[in-house]
């Protein structure tokens, strides 16, 4: 096989401690569709594709370098250190792009892309443009896990010690955003990286994992002078391994044989939970019988004619049955309610959003002006 021809969407660095003797080589899987336990499964065959990235390496290449800070980060977490503020910086960062550049998250792209096209052109289909190719949507959902770094700077970053007898787990799509105050206090599916009571969890190793929380709405029992927290419940490891075979694409990894029937009767528990990929696109006109910038929906008749509309895109997210106990909502959570599709929203984010709007718009008053 040519060199880098294999290329994983999940990094081995991020399988290697949860393979067998943490050597890298072989890991347990368990196939969700199948609904079967795969034992001591070569590593370098697992969440890969040849070229995935691409013939030319150049997004390979790039992301060799970063999953090399990775492991030198895991390797100092596994040895209690604590984090300088550059290896925090540097672990946002992976956690950031590993969200979207795995196998699912371009088909979520596509999906994206594919629907704000059909929606666009539904009453001129012949203008309708092609799908994205792999490649595009690729680079288009990479180029997201960029900006979500400018999205999550304001989130809390602690790391999960395992003090329990059961494992962290891992899948083939494991860094996930969910969001216990909008499915229980807001009672809503929907919300993006800048929602208020967003949370991101990646796990590290069986006995690791990073965790970031909207400081906002939750708190969370942390000692002076370090980002670690000891997780000593199991409901508590249960409700983060739930995460990952609800975000799952395909498989869930796992370090040892005892773990292979709690993970598969959990699979099987929460498998009506799982969400597909998928997403509702809706086209909303401007309200002109109201006050400032509103939107409504609007009749066939009433889209072909607006001179002023947009398009609403929602991905409906999958519920967990179980959140962690140490994890506890303020009596008065910080958010700020945009009274529009947005939702509720943290305050940073409005804030660094607004700021870039008028960038935005200063920079082409200055255009006008030159020209």
């Known amino acids: 096989m040519p060199s880098q021809k ?53 997004i390979e290449n790039i992301l060799k370098e970063l999953e090399g800070q990775y492991a030198r980060i895991v390797r100092s977490i596994e040895d209690g250190a604590e984090l300088n503020a550059d290896d925090v910086n540097t672990l946002l960062f992976f956690i950031n792009i590993q969200a979207r550049r795995t196998a699912r998250a371009v088909h979520e792209t596509t999906t994206f892309f ?3 096209a059909e929606e666009t052109f539904k009453h001129h ?48 799509n494991p860094a996930v955003m969910t969001n216990a105050f909008s499915f229980e206090k807001l009672r809503e599916s929907t919300f993006g990286i800048g929602s208020a009571g967003t949370i991101i969890a990646l796990p590290i190793s069986p006995r690791f994992c990073a965790l970031l929380f909207d400081i906002g709405v939750y ?55 799982r969400v597909p990929v998928g997403g509702e696109f809706t086209t909303l006109i401007r309200d002109k019988a109201r006050k400032g910038e509103a939107y409504r929906r609007g009749t066939v008749a009433e889209e072909q004619k607006s001179a002023e509309s947009v398009i609403m895109a929602s991905f409906n997210q999958p519920k967990p049955s179980i959140w962690p106990s140490f994890l506890k909502y303020r009596s008065k959570p910080v958010f700020v309610d945009t009274k529009s599709a947005a939702g509720h929203m943290r305050p940073a984010i409005v804030a660094m959003r607004a700021e870039r709007r008028s960038r935005r718009s200063e920079g082409t008053q200055s255009s006008r002006q030159k020209s």
């Open 6 to 58: 294999n290329q994983h969407y999940v990094p081995r660095c991020a399988l290697k401690p949860f393979t067998r003797d943490q050597e890298g080589k072989a890991i347990h899987v368990f196939n969700i569709s199948g609904q079967k336990t795969i034992e001591d499964a070569p590593v370098k065959s697992q969440c890969s594709r040849d070229y995935f990235y691409g013939k030319d390496l150049a």
């Open 114 to 116: 594919n629907g704000m």
């Open 125 to 172: 289909q012949e203008q309708r443009p092609p799908d994205p190719s792999h490649q595009e949507a690729l680079a288009a959902s990479i180029m997201l896990g960029i900006d979500m770094q400018s999205h999550t700077r304001d989130l809390k970053f602690i790391i999960l010690k395992n003090q329990t007898t059961s494992n962290f787990i891992i899948s083939d």
């Open 219 to 273: 708190t969370v029992s942390i000692p002076a002078g370090t980002r670690y927290v000891k997780v000593t419940d199991p409901n508590d490891v249960r409700a983060l391994n739930e995460l990952q075979h609800l975000h799952a694409d395909r498989n869930i990894y796992y370090a040892t044989d005892r773990e292979a029937d709690s993970i598969a009767e959990q699979s099987r528990r929460i498998r009506g939970a």
